[in-house]
């Protein structure tokens, strides 16, 4: 696969074509502007297996950032009634993009969301692209001093959502993830559960992570995440002064052996209570905490 030029997340190249099987008509009363004049005409799927295809992005904090950073990819925008005075900016962006926007009872609402935890607001987008991680972009972002977080196996959305919420709050821009059978990819729930994080985030993805780590080496201190005996506490990473890239495994199952081997370093978050482990989401964010600490002239820019 053809690997992206830039360092930033890629553009999603169908989104701004429209999409085959739409027919243009002039929305109803409660799609007009103030004042009663009508709003320009909207593209209206009538698609509806293209329309299940597309990802529900629900909640203001993911919504906003969508908008905010790739609005071309939104296809539609479904907004309740108490909602409707905080969506007029991006009811605004569909019109001029001819795209629908409809407010609509909280029960359709929660049916189009596919959650009642869907905060008064849904955009119906194309997937995001993720593509095979760029070396050279990588050596990029370690010379400028920026880490690289990479899930392993993180099989749980809400965590990947929660790990990208605390990645984008500490100022960690980069995230990977591998090929393990188990990785979750970016869903309708991770959207949810990480309020925008992930729009915040390059996201790439890794095949054959043990020998992609060798490739990652020459720029960056490889960090495995382990309880096993020969895991160094987490103090071990003020030690390090190069770009870290830090990996998180499975819930369950933490790192593959394999993949630990390859790591420069194996470290763990000591307990000082009666519990074995942390959630991986939580420990995510205090190893994104520790590095920006710890890396502070450079972390994130």
């Not at 203001?60 to 409707?84: C, G, I, N």
């Not at 929660?110 to 607001?121: K, M, P, Q, W």
């Not at 993180?154 to 990645?167: D, Y």
């Not at 998180?248 to 993949?259: C, D, I, K, R, W």
């Amino acid at each position: 696969m053809k690997q992206p030029s830039k360092s930033t997340r890629p553009a999603n190249r169908g989104a701004q074509a429209k999409p085959r099987g739409l027919k243009t008509e002039q929305p109803p009363a409660s799609e007009q502007k103030a004042g009663g004049e009508p709003a320009p005409a909207t593209a209206v799927p009538t698609d509806l297996d293209w329309h299940d295809k597309l990802a529900k992005i629900s909640g203001f904090a993911a919504v906003s950032a969508l908008f905010k950073h790739e609005p071309l990819r939104v296809m539609r925008l479904y907004y309740e009634e108490r909602a409707k005075h905080q969506v007029g900016g991006w009811c605004a962006q569909m019109a001029k993009n001819r795209r629908p926007y409809r407010c609509v009872e909280e029960d359709e609402l929660t049916r189009i969301a596919g959650t009642v935890l869907h905060g008064g607001v849904v955009a119906a987008a194309m997937p995001r692209a993720v593509y095979d991680l760029n070396f050279e972009t990588a050596k990029s972002w370690a010379k400028a001093g920026q880490h690289l977080f990479i899930l392993d196996g993180v099989g749980n959305p809400h965590n990947l959502g929660a790990i990208a919420r605390s990645l984008a709050f500490f100022g960690i821009r980069h995230l990977a993830l591998s090929d393990h059978p188990e990785q979750s990819g970016i869903s309708d729930a991770a959207h949810r559960v990480a309020e925008g994080g992930l729009e915040e985030l390059s996201i790439d993805r890794i095949k054959h992570l043990p020998d992609a780590i060798g490739k990652l080496r020459p720029y960056y201190h490889v960090v495995g995440t382990s309880l096993g005996g020969k895991a160094q506490p987490l103090t071990a990473l003020g030690g390090i002064f190069r770009p870290i890239a830090l990996i998180l495994g499975n819930e369950e199952h933490g790192l593959p052996q394999a993949t630990q081997k390859a790591c420069d370093t194996l470290v763990t978050i000591p307990a000082l209570g009666n519990m074995q482990s942390l959630n991986v989401s939580a420990s995510a964010a205090i190893f994104a905490y520790e590095l920006t600490r710890r890396f502070a002239p450079t972390a994130g820019r």
